[in-house]
């Protein structure tokens, strides 16, 4: 569904993400329950994490908003691909933006830089993180598409229950 009409429907139990983000993967609409990291510059964890499978879920990578090194390149995104996860949204930069293009999954970021990180395996994961007006719970659920992000505390693909 679409996250002009999610919000249309939820809006009072949405936060909608400030409109920073540019579209960089090949799959403009994506959710799914959200799981975090929080790094700086240094992407380590962030490979463990997509070396692992992904289940549906969104990763949301809170890198501090730095501009100074991408955090995520096309061999990453191939293992974001071929291990489930359908989007990743980060607080930061991507490189190897026109192969992230032609990949079937949903890459939002902040911008592009050829420089690549550094490898210390710092980091930390699964935590709420904040960024873009935004808290970014784990297991939550977040919806992403042309339009921007929402994000909801339960799925909204799936029926309320009765009271």
Known sequence: MKTADLYDDYGEQLQVAAPTF??????????????????FEDNTLLRETLNQPGAGKVLVVDGGGSLRCALLGDQMAQLAVD??????????????????????????ALNTNPAKSVKRGEGQR????????????????????????VVSERSLNEPEPET
């Not at 540019?22 to 790094?39: D, Q």
């Not at 784990?138 to 992000?149: Q, S, W």
């Open 126 to 149: 699964d935590i709420v993180i904040n960024f873009a007006g935004v808290s970014f719970t784990p297991g939550a659920y977040v919806y992403a598409d042309t339009d921007g992000i």
């Open 22 to 39: 540019v579209n960089y993967g090949g799959r403009r609409a994506f959710s799914g329950r959200i799981a975090t990291l929080k790094l």
């Open 83 to 108: 291990n489930g996860w359908p989007g990743i949204i980060i607080n930061g930069c991507i490189r190897d933006a026109d192969m992230i293009r032609t990949m079937d999954i949903g890459v939002k």
